[in-house]
């Protein structure tokens, strides 16, 4: 966003300050990843120029530090289109046509914010064909007989019937969207804030604000018994690569966009890489390893680089946040309705959740629109 308010550096530096009082090294040490090595694709398979040599924090670690964005990942599907097979970058003339279209949007943004509010927008092309990296098609595996079973609560982007809180997803109900839903590109609030301590590493997202603390002082996962949204996160550095394995997952969260999509297993295990490869381009890498709900482990690339404004946003979605009032009060209204028309002898098929439609206006399960917009209440 153009005019981007002060964010939460302050409190975010604090709370890593404090996790570093409170850490307690021990002598264990994280199983070596067996997820693949690092995919430098922000040069396209090329090298740089120049070499680039990471900058330090004082106390010598690679410094990644800063607020990033996703946002120059527009038009880089998830998936591969077919056209492409296993070619995992643009050639020169598709390349042109990505820049041409990034340089259109970019112009059409800044002459459309007009007000506090506007969809974010890539400033510059990358030559990715898609995010998924291995196996080597590009393709999402498919999943398992029990992961079909767990699909994320479509709330008010499905035709209910809603009976309760738990009817609507995470993201809906405003408590999380999971740490790729809260990386993968959606149309706006797509900060992350990296800050470093002695033996931490701390990253905010700036929608739904989670904060995940990453320990790099050798200790070991916490047990089994613990879990949480956001797993157990325990980092380590392979020269200037941060390396964080997360495990200790509850089996509530999806690592589509938003969080969306089904929903993973406690067995979930995320491998991800962070290495600063230029002066405003950092490469990151996600392998997902859940054989509950996946056929196979994939690997999904990334480039974070500056965000527009350089500062998070606050994003207040509970303040705002009028879904599960209006879509419950809704459904409880038909019942009613229901209950009156069959009195008078009138039989007639319940009326969907939003009459069909879902936020933002568009048909339920379809690709029309601009979706992954806020819940309920509309841009925050």
């Not at 003339?93 to 970019?106: L, V």
């Amino acid at each position: 966003m153009t005019a981007r308010m002060l964010g939460s550096a302050g409190t975010l530096a604090a709370i890593v300050g404090a996790a570093t009082l409170m850490s307690v090294s021990t002598s264990g040490q994280s199983k070596p990843s067996a997820a693949p090595p690092l995919v430098i694709t922000a040069y396209g398979g090329q090298p740089p120029a120049t070499k680039f040599v990471s900058p330090k924090t004082p106390w010598g670690e690679p410094d990644l530090q800063g607020v990033w964005s996703t946002d120059d990942m527009s038009g880089v599907p998830l998936a591969r289109p077919q056209q492409y097979g296993d070619r995992l970058y643009l050639n020169d003339e598709e390349f042109g046509a990505r820049s041409k279209q990034i340089e259109r949007g970019a112009q059409q943004g800044d002459e459309e914010a007009v007000g506090a509010f506007r969809f974010d927008f890539a400033r510059r092309a990358f030559r990715q064909t898609s995010l998924i990296v291995d196996p080597p098609d590009g393709h999402m595996p498919a999943y398992t007989a029990e992961g079909l079973k767990r699909p994320m609560p479509r709330g008010t982007y499905g035709n209910g019937p809603l009976d309760g809180p738990t009817d609507f997803s995470l993201y809906e109900r405003c408590i999380t969207r999971g740490i790729l839903g809260s990386t993968l590109r959606v149309i706006y609030g797509n900060g992350n804030q990296i800050v470093q301590s002695p033996g931490v590493v701390a990253i905010t997202y700036e929608m739904i604000h989670d904060t995940r603390i990453i320990h790099t002082d050798g200790r070991p996962h916490v047990g089994s018994v613990f879990r949480q949204y956001l797993g157990n996160a325990i980092g380590r550095w392979e020269g200037d690569e941060l390396v964080v394995e997360t495990t200790n997952f509850t089996d509530q969260t999806a690592i589509g966009v938003n969080g969306n999509g089904n929903r993973t297993s406690t067995e979930l295990k995320l491998t991800e890489r962070f290495k600063r490869v230029g002066k405003d381009v950092v490469q990151y890498q996600v392998t997902v390893d859940d054989p509950v709900t996946y056929e196979r482990p994939f690997t999904m690339s990334m480039v974070f680089t500056p965000l527009d404004g350089g500062r998070l946003l606050p994003y207040n979605c509970h303040e705002g946040n009028m879904a599960l009032t209006q879509s419950l009060g809704g459904e409880r209204a038909e019942d009613r309705a229901l209950e009156e028309d069959l009195k008078k002898g009138i039989v007639r098929p319940r009326r969907p959740v939003q009459d069909g439609l879902g936020v933002g206006g568009q048909a339920v399960g379809g690709r029309g629109g601009r979706g992954g917009g806020a819940p309920g209440a509309g841009p925050q």
